[in-house]
Nanobody, 124 residues
Framework: QVRLVESGGGSMQAGGSLRLSCFAN????????IAWFRQAPGKDREGVAT???????KYTYSVQGRSTISKDRAKNTIYLEINNLKPEDTAVYYC??????????????????WGQGTQVTVST
């Protein structure tokens, strides 16, 4: 059974940094679009960053310039780093995957597989 497992969440101070990990069993990320989403209480799930099978990346405006999505092929793990954390980064973060080559999107319903989510809480 395909599973995505996120880790790295927790309580953090504003101005700090986080690195979230998303590990996939049963498949290689090589031919997948991978995205990180987040959902704050009372808000819709929003796309944060995407990485295509060819390692092209995109970021939502609110994290541009302070976030990096990356792929470690040997560990079959996707990372999301966010620096200069802000209270508005507080949310449950999810990774998602869809088997497709070369393209990606931040539309939640487009994705096939989802992780269980990891909570990130940023305080001042």
């Amino acid at each position: 059974q395909v599973r995505l497992v996120e880790s790295g969440g927790g309580s953090m101070q504003a101005g700090g940094s986080l690195r979230l990990s998303c590990f996939a069993n049963e498949f290689s990320f090589d031919n997948y679009c991978i995205a990180w989403f987040r959902q704050a209480p009372g808000k819709d799930r929003e796309g944060v960053a995407t990485i295509t099978s060819s390692r092209s990346t995109k970021y939502t405006y609110s994290v541009q310039g302070r976030s990096t999505i990356s792929k470690d092929r040997a560990k079959n793990t996707i990372y999301l780093e966010i620096n200069n954390l802000k209270p508005e980064d507080t949310a449950v973060y999810y990774c998602a995957a869809k088997r497709i080559y070369g393209v990606c999107t931040m539309t939640p319903r487009w994705f096939t597989y989802w992780g269980q989510g990891t909570q990130v809480t940023v305080s001042t």
